[in-house]
């Protein structure tokens, strides 16, 4: 059992850098539903392997023992090493916690004071001016959804720019990307493998939201220079924002004018190939945790004398 639910906790190691293949070579859509999939996978494989690490530790001392009405020593692969993990994986989980605790309880701050700060502005159907020098913009996601834009920003851009912008933005809100982001963000507090993931997730939603803001527009070098201007107009300002609120200016900036001034390419077989593999890491994950967990649960009945080895 001990060694199939290491496997989980070692598969998310892998995930950041064929996460970033994946993005470069599929079309950003499918590369961030696949993306984010896999790595809710993952996160809730740790979660699961620590979580069966923690009882089997448990269950070899005396006083948990008698509570799962053990009748006999339950079997593990070394008791040398049960304690010693089920203690590191307690303290591992303890830590997913705190931290994603933490998060949720700041970026409800912050999306509160972004909510009141847009009800404050003038709005003219989902768009919602702020009056702040400080050029800023992004997709704030509620009922109902908001583009809130500064009149900083505005003054930065000309009336074509804007209106790319604006598209960019409402892609955002319309494709339920807080939803991705927010998925991203609770899977990094359950693995530090998982971390690196969470940008390549935001890059894909800032991708996606580059390419209907293009064709919305239907000018890709319109939609670049907007996005460029933006972010150069944005560079240090904006005041602190959720982890799932989207912006224009968030992201590798160059990377993403590049994708735009390139031509649109559809999924390619080498991209497929990444998502296969990103698939397989998901899948073996969930396997092997699944299977060391059912594998728990049998010697735990043997322990307690309702079944055979």
């Given at each position: 059992?001990?060694?199939l639910l290491i496997?989980?906790?070692l598969v998310p190691?892998?995930?950041?850098?064929?996460?970033?293949?994946?993005?470069?070579?599929?079309?950003?859509?499918?590369?961030?539903?696949?993306?984010?999939?896999?790595?809710?996978?993952?996160?809730?494989?740790?979660?699961?392997?620590?979580?069966?690490?923690?009882?089997?530790?448990?269950?070899?001392?005396?006083?948990?023992?008698?509570?799962?009405?053990?009748?006999?020593?339950?079997?593990?692969?070394?008791?040398?090493?049960?304690?010693?993990?089920?203690?590191?994986?307690?303290?591992?989980?303890?830590?997913?916690?705190?931290?994603?605790?933490?998060?949720?309880?700041?970026?409800?701050?912050?999306?509160?004071?972004?909510?009141?700060?847009?009800?404050?502005?003038?709005?003219?159907?989902?768009?919602?001016?702020?009056?702040?020098?400080?050029?800023?913009?992004?997709?704030?996601?509620?009922?109902?959804?908001?583009?809130?834009?500064?009149?900083?920003?505005?003054?930065?851009?000309?009336?074509?720019?804007?209106?790319?912008?604006?598209?960019?933005?409402?892609?955002?809100?319309?494709?339920?990307?807080?939803?991705?982001?927010?998925?991203?963000?609770?899977?990094?507090?359950?693995?530090?493998?998982?971390?690196?993931?969470?940008?390549?997730?935001?890059?894909?939603?800032?991708?996606?939201?580059?390419?209907?803001?293009?064709?919305?527009v239907g000018d890709?070098?319109?939609?670049?220079?907007?996005?460029?201007?933006?972010?150069?107009?944005?560079?240090?300002?904006?005041?602190?924002?959720?982890?799932?609120?989207?912006?224009?200016?968030?992201?590798?900036?160059?990377?993403?004018?590049?994708?735009?001034?390139?031509?649109?390419?559809?999924?390619?077989?080498?991209?497929?190939?990444?998502?296969?593999?990103?698939?397989?890491?998901?899948?073996?994950?969930?396997?092997?945790?699944?299977?060391?967990?059912?594998?728990?649960?049998?010697?735990?009945?043997?322990?307690?004398?309702?079944?055979?080895?």
């Amino acid at each position: 059992m001990t060694a199939l639910l290491i496997l989980p906790l070692l598969v998310p190691f892998v995930l950041p850098a064929l996460s970033r293949r994946a993005l470069d070579r599929l079309a950003p859509t499918a590369a961030l539903w696949v993306i984010t999939a896999s790595a809710v996978a993952l996160a809730g494989c740790t979660l699961a392997a620590l979580g069966a690490f923690v009882l089997t530790g448990l269950f070899e001392l005396p006083f948990f023992a008698a509570l799962g009405e053990l009748v006999r020593p339950l079997h593990a692969v070394s008791d040398r090493y049960v304690l010693p993990l089920a203690a590191l994986s307690a303290g591992a989980l303890a830590v997913c916690a705190w931290t994603g605790t933490r998060s949720v309880l700041r970026q409800t701050r912050a999306f509160r004071a972004a909510r009141t700060e847009a009800g404050r502005g003038p709005a003219a159907g989902d768009l919602c001016v702020v009056d702040s020098p400080s050029p800023d913009a992004y997709a704030l996601p509620g009922r109902p959804h908001r583009i809130v834009v500064t009149t900083g920003m505005l003054r930065s851009l000309d009336g074509a720019e804007r209106e790319a912008l604006f598209a960019h933005e409402r892609a955002h809100n319309s494709g339920g990307h807080h939803f991705f982001l927010a998925a991203a963000e609770l899977a990094a507090h359950c693995h530090p493998g998982l971390r690196r993931v969470r940008d390549v997730v935001r890059l894909a939603v800032e991708r996606v939201a580059d390419e209907a803001a293009a064709s919305a527009v239907g000018d890709r070098r319109l939609t670049a220079r907007a996005i460029a201007r933006a972010a150069l107009a944005g560079q240090g300002a904006g005041a602190e924002r959720p982890a799932f609120v989207s912006g224009a200016t968030s992201g590798p900036v160059p990377r993403r004018v590049e994708a735009l001034l390139a031509a649109p390419r559809g999924r390619r077989r080498a991209g497929s190939g990444f998502a296969v593999l990103l698939a397989a890491c998901a899948a073996l994950s969930c396997v092997a945790s699944a299977t060391g967990v059912i594998d728990f649960h049998h010697q735990v009945e043997v322990a307690q004398g309702e079944a055979e080895r």
